[in-house]
């Protein structure tokens, strides 16, 4: 797998991440942690800019919308990541991710490295690569002047 590197600070806003990367928002995937009732690791990875409708990512993942809750400092860390730096590769093999389906027409992005201080840049195709088990659905919400 190829990828880039980019360290910058330890920012909690996207926005941020994004002026300091020099890069818009629609370039990035964003990935939301959660845990589920079982305490299985579930990421959902979207483009930056969009919304997750969480009733979609449930149904995508097989579990009923009220199972999900946030993942919280203590399960992304044994998964190997902090909060502010979440990434759809993780080091839990039993982790769920469920990719967005506009997510692949990207072509090169940033996401989450794992910690808030760094972000990675990688194609799209490289990045979802790595994640073989992962699903693909309609889990996001895109502003209205893109979804037409």
């Not at 690791?41 to 919304?51: C, I, S, T």
């Not at 990512?57 to 502010?84: H, K, V, W």
């Not at 194609?123 to 037409?148: F, H, K, Q, R, W």
Request: proline content about 7%; glycine content about 8%; hydrophobic content about 45%.
């Amino acid at each position: 797998m190829s990828f880039r590197l980019h360290e910058h600070p330890e920012f909690t806003n996207p926005r941020d991440v994004c002026a300091a990367l020099g890069v818009p928002l629609e370039r990035t995937v964003k990935t939301l942690a959660f845990g589920t009732a079982e305490d299985r690791l579930l990421l959902a990875a979207l483009p930056g800019h969009a919304r997750l409708q969480y009733g979609a990512l449930a149904r995508a993942a097989g579990i009923r919308r009220n199972d999900l809750s946030p993942a919280d400092t203590g399960r992304l860390a044994r998964a190997g990541m902090r909060p502010g730096g979440v990434c759809p590769v993780s080091a839990d093999r039993a982790a769920m991710v469920v990719f967005d389906e506009t997510v692949s027409s990207l072509r090169r992005v940033h996401c989450g490295s794992g910690r808030p201080g760094s972000s990675i840049e990688i194609e799209v195709a490289e990045l979802m690569a790595a994640v073989p088990t992962a699903a693909t659905a309609p889990i996001a919400g895109l502003p209205a002047d893109e979804s037409a």
